[in-house]
C-alpha cells in the first residue's frame, strides 16, 4: 500500500474542464501534478517541432480554469505547482507518479487505449482511477496486468471540485481493499472530501439517486401544471437545497447530459421499476428537439435577454411549460411558498410543506415520498448502508439533508405510510424497521451520530466521522452556559467551545456578553481553554449591522461608544485572557467576526472560509479593535533599514478597498491570518477538532500575553503617502469621495494621528483612535444612507 508521506506526485490525463480542476485542487494541497492531453491534430508541418504548439491544447484549458469563477485555486501562485505536457512527448513522466488519474472524453475505448498506455509508464505500485461519471469501472481493466487491477478504482469528483465535497469511491472485485481503505482516508483527511464508497452499478450513488428525484420533479411539474419558478424555490431554499432548484440546475448540468443519464440508467438498470415508470415531459423532448440545453447553449428552461428592468438587471425569461414559449417571471400564488418564508427552522419549515394541501405541497409530499422509496430499494444494489446514499446526496448536489433525513424530518412510520398511500414501495427492510419499533434512520448515542444497517439491523458509528465535533450531537446535555445568542458546551478533554447561534451569527450584545462569560468560567474553573466555533454554513458574518445603524440614525452617540467600546474589549479580551482561545472559522468571516479571530492566539481556518474587514462597504471602518490589528501587524513586519512605507500602504489597501480573501490562503496574503499561528484545515468538518487540539497544545505552557506598548506608528509620514495612496484609487475611479473620507480615516489610526515622527504607541492609544474614527463616521449621512442600502437591499451601496 502506498502511504500518506508518499503521494506527493500525481499525474492528471486529460485537460478539459474536469482535468483542469481536478489539476488545480491537487496543486491546492501541495502535490506536485502534471497534467497530459492530446497533441492538437491540426497542427501544421512547421508547427509540429514547435513545443509551446503541440502543449497549446493542455495550456489553454489550464489557463482558462485558473481564470474561471468561482477560482479553482486556493491562492494563485498554486498554479506553480502544475506542469503540463502531451500525451506523445511526456507520456513517460508518469512513471515517477504515486497517483495517476484519467479525466478523458467519457468513451470506454479512449480510456482503453490511455491504460494501455498507462500501463507501459506507470511503475509498480502507482495508483491509477478513471474519473468517469458512468462508465462500469470493471470494463476498463480488460488486458491490464494484476499489478495494475489491484492499484485501480473509480475516483469520481463532482464538478467544480474544490467546492463541492463529494469523491466516490468505487472500486472493482479485483481493487485491494489497502487501496480502497487509503482512497477513503486520503480522500476525507487530504483532499477535504467526502468520500462515499459507491459498487460499481450505473450512474453510481448521487448522480443514480440526484437525477432519479429530478426526473421525478419534471414529471410533477407538468402534471400539477406548475411554474418552474415556483418549484425552483419549493426544491430550493424551501427543501434547504441551493438557489438554483430542480430547473436551473438542469440549464447547469444541460439537458443533453440529463437525457444521456437518465436514458443509461433505464439501459443498465433494466429491475429499477421507479425509473422506467418516469414519465418524459413534452417540455423535455421540445428542448432536446431545439438544443436548447441549458447554459451551454444559451437557453434552456431560462433564457437570458439584453433587456435591463428599472433597478438595471438583466431580464430573465422562463419556459412556459404549456404554451412552450418564453415569458417574463410570475408572480407566485402559492400559499405553500409564503408559508415557507415564514417558518426559518429548516426542520419544521419541511414538516410543514409536506403537510401542506396545495400544489406545491403535493409537489413536496410525492417527491419526497417517491425519493423515500426510490432511496430505500437502491439498498444493497448501490450501497449496503443509507449514510452513503444520505452523504452522496449532500455532498454532491449540496443539499442540506440526504433522502433518510429528509425521512426523518417527516417521521419514519409517517412517510412510509404517505409513500403507500400514493402508489409508492418502499423497500421490505422500512416495514421490517417499523415492525421492530424503530422511529428514525439516525439515533445520538453516547454523543456520536450513528445510523441504521438494514443489514444488521443495529445503529453503527459513521466511519469517518470519529474526530468531527458536531454540537448538534451533543446538544441533549445541558449546557455550561445559555443565552439568547450563544451555546457554551464541554466538548471534551477539559476544553470549552463557544457556539453563535444568532441569525447568521451576527455578532450582537449577546454574543458579547457571552464570549466575555465564557471566557470567566474557563479562567476560573477547571478548564483548558476555549474555542470559538460552529457548525454553520458560516462562522459570522460579522457584527449586527441593525444594531449599529439604529443608534446612528437616532444619533445615540454615547450609547454608541459604550457598544463599539464593549465590542473592541471583548476582542481584546480573546488576546489576553489566561487561557488560549481558538477559533475555528469556516465559510463567511466578516468584519467583526475577522476582528474578533485575528484577536485570538490561534485560527484553524477551514480552507472555504472567506475572511475580511468589509465595513468600507456600509461607510465604515473596522471599529472592533481591527484598524488597530492592523497597524500593529505593520510594525510587526517593518525590520532594521525597513522602507517601511510599502507595508504601511498594503495594510492600508486592504481596509480601504474592503478586500476579501476567497480562501484561507489568501487569508495569509491579506494579513487576516499569520502563519506562525494560524492553521488551514482542508475538511471543514475537522476544524472544531483541530481547534480544540491547538488549545490542549497550547495549554500546556499558556502565559497571558502583555498588551503591547510597543507599536511602531509612522506619524505624519505615514499619513502623508497614505493620503497620495488614497487619491491614486480614487483617480483610477476604484473610490468616490465618500470612500476617500472613510480612508483618510483609516490612515489616521494606522498612522497614529498626527505625530510629528516616528513613534512607540500603545494598543489603548490606537483603540481610542479607531474608536472615535468610527463613531465620527457614524454621524456622515453617506455613512447612514449606505448602512440603509444594506439593511434593505443586503447590498454594498456605492455612493
Known amino acids: 500500500m502506498i502511504h500518506m508521506r508518499r503521494i506527493k506526485k500525481v499525474s492528471v490525463l486529460g485537460s478539459g474542464v474536469m482535468g483542469s480542476a481536478i489539476a488545480c485542487h491537487m496543486a491546492n494541497i501541495g502535490m506536485e501534478v502534471l497534467m497530459l492531453d492530446i497533441v492538437p491534430p491540426e497542427l501544421s508541418a512547421e508547427a509540429l517541432g514547435d513545443r509551446a504548439q503541440r502543449n497549446s491544447i493542455v495550456d489553454g484549458a489550464l489557463k482558462k480554469s485558473i481564470k474561471s469563477k468561482p477560482a479553482p485555486l486556493y491562492h494563485k501562485d498554486f498554479a506553480r505547482r502544475i506542469q503540463t505536457g502531451n500525451f506523445e512527448d511526456d507520456f513517460e513522466k508518469i512513471e515517477d507518479a504515486d497517483w495517476i488519474i484519467e479525466v478523458v472524453i467519457e468513451r470506454l475505448d479512449i480510456k482503453k487505449q490511455i491504460f494501455e498506455k498507462v500501463e507501459k509508464y506507470r511503475s509498480a505500485g502507482s495508483l491509477v482511477s478513471s474519473n468517469t461519471s458512468g462508465i462500469p469501472i470493471h470494463l476498463m481493466l480488460e488486458g491490464r496486468s494484476d499489478d495494475f487491477k489491484k492499484n485501480f478504482l473509480g475516483t469520481h469528483f463532482f464538478n467544480p471540485p474544490r467546492y463541492l465535497e463529494l469523491l466516490e469511491i468505487i472500486p472493482?472485485?479485483?481493487?485491494?481493499?489497502?487501496?480502497?481503505?487509503?482512497?477513503?482516508?486520503?480522500?476525507?483527511?487530504?483532499?477535504?472530501?467526502?468520500?462515499?464508497?459507491?459498487?460499481?452499478?450505473?450512474?453510481?450513488?448521487?448522480?443514480?439517486?440526484?437525477?432519479?428525484?429530478?426526473?421525478?420533479i419534471f414529471e410533477l411539474t407538468e402534471s400539477l401544471g406548475l411554474s418552474i419558478e415556483d418549484v425552483d424555490k419549493l426544491t430550493g431554499p424551501a427543501l434547504s437545497r441551493p438557489g438554483t432548484g430542480t430547473f436551473r440546475l438542469g440549464d447547469l448540468v444541460g439537458m443533453d447530459v440529463a437525457d444521456k443519464v437518465i436514458n443509461g440508467m433505464k439501459a443498465g438498470c433494466p429491475k429499477d421499476e421507479q425509473i422506467h415508470h418516469i414519465k418524459t415531459p413534452k417540455f423535455f423532448k421540445f428542448l432536446l428537439d431545439n438544443k436548447y440545453y441549458g447554459n451551454k447553449s444559451g437557453q434552456g428552461f431560462y433564457k437570458k435577454t439584453n433587456d435591463r428592468d428599472h433597478n438595471g438587471k438583466r431580464i430573465i425569461l422562463g419556459l412556459d411549460l404549456d404554451t412552450?414559449?418564453?415569458?417574463?417571471?410570475?408572480?407566485?400564488?402559492?400559499?405553500?411558498?409564503?408559508?415557507?418564508?415564514?417558518?426559518?427552522?429548516?426542520?419544521?419549515?419541511?414538516?410543514?410543506?409536506?403537510?401542506?394541501?396545495?400544489?406545491?405541497?403535493?409537489?413536496?409530499?410525492?417527491?419526497?415520498?417517491?425519493?423515500?422509496?426510490?432511496?430505500?430499494?437502491?439498498?444493497?444494489e448501490i450501497s449496503d448502508t443509507i449514510y452513503n446514499i444520505d452523504n452522496a446526496l449532500r455532498a454532491g448536489f449540496a443539499w442540506d439533508y440526504g433522502a433518510f433525513e429528509y425521512w426523518d424530518i417527516i417521521g419514519l412510520k409517517k412517510a412510509y405510510d404517505t409513500a403507500i398511500q400514493l402508489g409508492y414501495s418502499p423497500a421490505p427492510w422500512v416495514q421490517d424497521m417499523i415492525d421492530a419499533g424503530h422511529a428514525s434512520f439516525y439515533k445520538?448515542?453516547?454523543?456520536?451520530?450513528?445510523?441504521?444497517?438494514?443489514?444488521?439491523?443495529?445503529?453503527?458509528?459513521?466511519?469517518?466521522?470519529?474526530?468531527?465535533?458536531?454540537?448538534?450531537?451533543?446538544?441533549?446535555?445541558?449546557?455550561i452556559f445559555k443565552n439568547e445568542e450563544?451555546?457554551?458546551?464541554?466538548?471534551?478533554?477539559?476544553?470549552l467551545c463557544l457556539e453563535f447561534t444568532s441569525k447568521m451569527n451576527a455578532i450582537g450584545e449577546g454574543i458579547l456578553s457571552g464570549l466575555h462569560e465564557a471566557i470567566n468560567i474557563a479562567e476560573n474553573g477547571d478548564w483548558r481553554g476555549l474555542v470559538i466555533g460552529n457548525n454553520a454554513k458560516n462562522f459570522s458574518v460579522g457584527a449586527n449591522l441593525?444594531?449599529?445603524?439604529?443608534?446612528?440614525?437616532?444619533?445615540?452617540?454615547?450609547?454608541?461608544?459604550?457598544?463599539?467600546?464593549?465590542?473592541?474589549?471583548?476582542?481584546?479580551?480573546?488576546?489576553?485572557?489566561?487561557?488560549?482561545?481558538?477559533?475555528?472559522?469556516?465559510?463567511?468571516?466578516?468584519?467583526?467576526?475577522?476582528?474578533?479571530?485575528?484577536?485570538?492566539?490561534?485560527?484553524a481556518a477551514s480552507a472555504e472560509s472567506y475572511i475580511g474587514l468589509v465595513e468600507v462597504g456600509v461607510g465604515l471602518l473596522p471599529g472592533g479593535a481591527g484598524t488597530k490589528e492592523f497597524a500593529l501587524r505593520a510594525s510587526d513586519a517593518y525590520f532594521d533599514g525597513d522602507v517601511q512605507i510599502p507595508t504601511l500602504i498594503n495594510k492600508f489597501k486592504t481596509i480601504a478597498m474592503a478586500s476579501v480573501a476567497t480562501s484561507a490562503h489568501e487569508g495569509y496574503q491579506y494579513g487576516y491570518l499569520l502563519k506562525e499561528k494560524d492553521d488551514v484545515i482542508v475538511h471543514k468538518h475537522l476544524a472544531i477538532h483541530e481547534a480544540k487540539q491547538k488549545v490542549i497544545e497550547l495549554s500546556d505552557r499558556y502565559v497571558t500575553p502583555i498588551q503591547r506598548k510597543d507599536v511602531r506608528v509612522l506619524g505624519r509620514t505615514g499619513l502623508a503617502a497614505l493620503y497620495v495612496a488614497a487619491h491614486s484609487l480614487q483617480r483610477g475611479n476604484y473610490a468616490s469621495e465618500h470612500d476617500i473620507k472613510i480612508a483618510k480615516k483609516i490612515a489616521w489610526v494606522l498612522c497614529g494621528g498626527d505625530l510629528s515622527e516616528e513613534s512607540r504607541v500603545s494598543e489603548k492609544y490606537l483603540l481610542d483612535l479607531e474608536r472615535e474614527a468610527f463613531l465620527s463616521l457614524c454621524g456622515e449621512p453617506k455613512t447612514m444612507e449606505r448602512i440603509q442600502h444594506m439593511l434593505e437591499k443586503g447590498k454594498p451601496l456605492r455612493n
Request: aromatic content about 10%.
Open 172 to 216: 472493482t472485485a479485483e481493487t485491494d481493499p489497502e487501496v480502497v481503505d487509503f482512497f477513503m482516508h486520503f480522500g476525507r483527511n487530504y483532499l477535504g472530501k467526502q468520500t462515499v464508497l459507491c459498487k460499481d452499478t450505473p450512474a453510481f450513488i448521487a448522480n443514480r439517486v440526484g437525477v432519479y428525484a429530478m426526473a421525478k
Open 546 to 603: 441593525m444594531m449599529v445603524g439604529m443608534m446612528a440614525f437616532q444619533q445615540q452617540f454615547d450609547m454608541l461608544n459604550i457598544a463599539v467600546a464593549q465590542f473592541q474589549n471583548t476582542v481584546m479580551r480573546c488576546r489576553y485572557s489566561s487561557i488560549p482561545v481558538v477559533a475555528a472559522t469556516q465559510g463567511y468571516v466578516f468584519g467583526g467576526a475577522c476582528e474578533m479571530s485575528m484577536h485570538c492566539d490561534a485560527v
Open 444 to 479: 445520538i448515542i453516547d454523543d456520536q451520530k450513528r445510523c441504521y444497517n438494514p443489514l444488521t439491523k443495529d445503529y453503527e458509528l459513521i466511519p469517518g466521522t470519529e474526530d468531527f465535533i458536531v454540537l448538534d450531537n451533543i446538544r441533549h446535555r445541558s449546557p
Open 486 to 495: 450563544v451555546v457554551l458546551h464541554d466538548i471534551g478533554d477539559q476544553v
Open 324 to 380: 412552450l414559449e418564453y415569458r417574463p417571471k410570475q408572480k407566485s400564488v402559492l400559499d405553500s411558498l409564503k408559508l415557507s418564508k415564514q417558518i426559518e427552522n429548516p426542520k419544521k419549515r419541511i414538516a410543514a410543506l409536506f403537510d401542506h394541501e396545495d400544489k406545491g405541497g403535493q409537489l413536496i409530499r410525492e417527491s419526497l415520498a417517491g425519493l423515500f422509496a426510490y432511496a430505500s430499494n437502491r439498498i444493497p
